[in-house]
Antibody, heavy 122, light 108 residues
Framework: QLQLQESGPGLVKPSETLSLTCTISGGSISSSSYYWGWIRQPPGKGLEWIGSIYYRGSTYYNPSLKSRVTISIDMSKNQFSLKLSSVTAADTAVYYC??????????????WGQGTLVPVSS | EIVLTQSPGTLSLSPGERATLSCRASQSVSSSYLAWYQQKPGQAPRLLIYAASRRATGIPDRFSGSGSGTDFTLTISRLEPEDFAVYYCQQYGNSQWTFGQGTKVEIK
């Protein structure tokens, strides 16, 4: 059974960089049929897609966050990572990592991590 | 960017009733790229429907999806107590994924 687990610091200060890692177990990040994405959810609000990556390195970012986001992949560790720079309180959210189907098939998010709350506060 | 607008914002129903949730897109969406999710408090979203009408693995047949173009619908034929939750639609297009703002289905 595929499992995804987010990890990272529990608190980030304003203007600093938020860094999270998603570790995949029960499957391979280098599967040709899937992409890997980050989604966030501010407390009490809806879902916002942040960005996605394919194992060969192709990346896709939400235009509203693109200037601050970097997503990378480490196949040797079966992990992918998120960096969000220059954070403010508006970036406080639960951050989820998820797998989604190939862009050329149906592209839904079928497996999700449990999510990790990242407060931005001094 | 394709904007998804869900209605109503909140749906108050009793167990056993039928729930009809709407998702309207600001421009046409390929049916292959429209999905629905259920989210309960403190949990990650769960995939219910993909490609507009295909149920995900393990999803009961009381959940069904329909629609095309700019108008899509999620129907829950008879609400069970565990179905009271928030539901999101989501689309993929032009290298972007977007979600609707959600519909809360609450117990009347």
């Amino acid at each position: 059974q595929l499992q995804l687990q987010e990890s990272g610091p529990g608190l980030v200060k304003p203007s600093e960089t938020l860094s999270l890692t998603c570790t995949i177990s029960g499957g391979s990040i280098s599967s040709s049929s899937y992409y890997w994405g980050w989604i966030r959810q501010p407390p009490g609000k809806g879902l916002e897609w942040i960005g996605s990556i394919y194992y060969r390195g192709s990346t896709y970012y939400n235009p509203s966050l693109k200037s601050r986001v970097t997503i990378s992949i480490d196949m040797s560790k079966n992990q992918f990572s998120l960096k969000l720079s220059s954070v403010t309180a508006a970036d406080t959210a639960v951050y989820y990592c998820a797998r989604h189907a190939d862009l050329y098939s149906t592209s839904e998010f079928d497996y999700w991590g449990q999510g990790t709350l990242v407060p931005v506060s001094s | 960017e394709i904007v998804l607008t869900q209605s109503p914002g909140t749906l108050s129903l009793s167990p056993g009733e039928r729930a009809t949730l709407s998702c309207r897109a600001s421009q046409s969406v390929s049916s292959s790229y429209l999905a629905w999710y259920q989210q309960k408090p403190g949990q990650a979203p769960r995939l219910l429907i993909y490609a507009a009408s295909r149920r995900a693995t393990g999803i009961p047949d009381r959940f069904s999806g329909s629609g095309s173009g700019t108008d899509f619908t999620l129907t829950i034929s008879r609400l069970e107590p565990e179905d009271f939750a928030v539901y999101y639609c989501q689309q993929y297009g032009n290298s972007q994924w977007t979600f609707g703002q959600g519909t809360k289905v609450e117990i009347k």
